[in-house]
C-alpha cells in the first residue's frame, strides 16, 4: 500500500529565510506526487505535482520541489520564505488511475518576522 | 472556489442524528472525493466515485454512504453520527493528469 510521511510537524523559520520541506513516500511503481497548501480555515491548493520527466519541478507562488528516486523523497524548497507562506503543506502520492490520493500528516509552517 | 461547492459549510449535530453533507460541481468531471481532515493524519479518503451510480470505499469509510444521481453532485451521509466523526471534511474532483481539485470544506461538529 502506498503511504507518505512527513518528518516535521511544525517548521518555524524566518522571514526571507530559505526553506526546505520533508516528504518520504513508499510506492511500488512511479509515483505521481503532489504538494499542496492550506491557510487557515481554507481548502487545500496546489502548489505542484511531478509525473515524470525533469525531476526539478517548478510550482506557483516561487516554490519548487525535487523527485530522488533512490531515496523516494519529494521535498518542497523555497529560497527566501515570505509571511503569507505561513500554512499547512501537504505532500501526497496516487497511483497511475488517480483515484487513491494518500495524504502526508501535513507540517505546520510558521514564519517569524 | 470556482467549480466545486459544499453545503453546508458548518454544521453541529448530535450523537445519533442523521447527517448528509453535499458536494456540487459545475464542470462535468467523472472522479469525485470525499475526505476527512484530522490533525495528525492529513487528508483521510472516505469514499470516492467514478461516474453516476458508480461508487467505491476509501481507507476511513465505516459509518459512512456515499451517492451520486447526478454527476454534478456528490452526497455524503453518516447514518447515525458519531463524536469519533467530528472532523473537517472535504470533496475534492478529478480535473487532469490525476490532479485533484478540492473544495471549500465542511466543519462538523457531533456533539
Known amino acids: 500500500a502506498q503511504s507518505v510521511t512527513q518528518p516535521d510537524i511544525h517548521i518555524t523559520v524566518s522571514e526571507g529565510a530559505s526553506l526546505e520541506l520533508r516528504c518520504n513516500y513508499s510506492y511500488g511503481a512511479t509515483p505521481y506526487l503532489f504538494w499542496y497548501v492550506q491557510s487557515p480555515g481554507q481548502g487545500l491548493q496546489l502548489l505542484l505535482k511531478?509525473?515524470?520527466?525533469?525531476?526539478l519541478v517548478q510550482g506557483i507562488k516561487g516554490f519548487e520541489a525535487e523527485f530522488k528516486r533512490s531515496q523516494s523523497s519529494f521535498n518542497l524548497r523555497k529560497p527566501s520564505v515570505h509571511w503569507s507562506d505561513a500554512a499547512e503543506y501537504f505532500c501526497a502520492v496516487t497511483n497511475n488511475a488517480g483515484n487513491m490520493l494518500t495524504f502526508g500528516g501535513g507540517t505546520r509552517l510558521m514564519v517569524k518576522p | 472556489d470556482a467549480g466545486i461547492t459544499q453545503s453546508p459549510r458548518h454544521k453541529v449535530t448530535e450523537t445519533g442524528t442523521p447527517v448528509t453533507l453535499r458536494c456540487h460541481q459545475t464542470e462535468n468531471h467523472r472522479y469525485m472525493y470525499w475526505y476527512r481532515q484530522d490533525p495528525g493524519h492529513g487528508l483521510r479518503l472516505i469514499h470516492y466515485?467514478?461516474?453516476?451510480?458508480?461508487?467505491d470505499k476509501g481507507e476511513v469509510s465505516d459509518g459512512y454512504s456515499v451517492s451520486r444521481s447526478k454527476t454534478e453532485d456528490f452526497l455524503l451521509t453518516l447514518e447515525s453520527a458519531t463524536s469519533s466523526q467530528t472532523s473537517v471534511y472535504f470533496c475534492?474532483?478529478?480535473?487532469?493528469?490525476?490532479?485533484?481539485?478540492f473544495g471549500p470544506g465542511t466543519r462538523l461538529t457531533v456533539l
Open positions: 475534492a474532483m478529478s480535473v487532469q493528469d490525476n490532479e485533484q481539485f
Open positions: 466515485s467514478y461516474g453516476v451510480k458508480d461508487t
Open positions: 511531478y509525473f515524470s520527466g525533469d525531476t
